[in-house]
């Protein structure tokens, strides 16, 4: 965090306020003011991260289509791509497509090989939660 000289008053990088404002909003529910700090991040300062959390803004709204997109943009990018198969495969969970789900787990955990085990976790989590529903 930056200091104002004249003021003495910190000085936000307005793009992490904006995103941390965003983000506590969507896990309090918060959806609509979670959705415009989060685009306000984005016009900040696209990028594949900030795309992926207004996706998930969007999953939680039960806009599937938006997130859909904006998780195919992410994609595209070719950055993140562990995150965007992970969330992608949330979304479709939320969907109840778990087929589908399950196929962007796969592509996550084996991205994530090797890799932090935590998250390593997180996605063997989701790919069994999709395997029991689709059986």
Do not use: N
């Not at 529910?29 to 969007?58: C, D, I, N, Q």
């Amino acid at each position: 965090m930056r200091f104002d000289p004249a003021t003495l008053r910190e000085v936000p990088d307005e793009y992490e306020a904006w995103t941390q404002i965003g983000v506590a909003a969507r896990v309090l529910g918060e959806l609509e003011l979670a959705e415009r700090a989060l685009t306000k991040a984005f016009e900040l300062r696209p990028s594949t991260a900030a795309r992926l959390r207004l996706a998930h803004v969007y999953q939680w709204q039960g806009r599937f289509a938006e997130a859909h997109a904006e998780f195919r943009r992410a994609h595209e990018s070719g950055e993140m791509r562990d995150f965007v198969h992970q969330h992608w495969g949330k979304c479709y969970f939320d969907e109840q497509r778990y087929a589908e789900a399950r196929e962007h787990f796969r592509q996550a955990l084996e991205l994530r090989e090797g890799g932090d085990p935590a998250l390593i976790e997180s996605t063997r989590v989701a790919l069994t939660a999709a395997d029991a529903r689709c059986s």
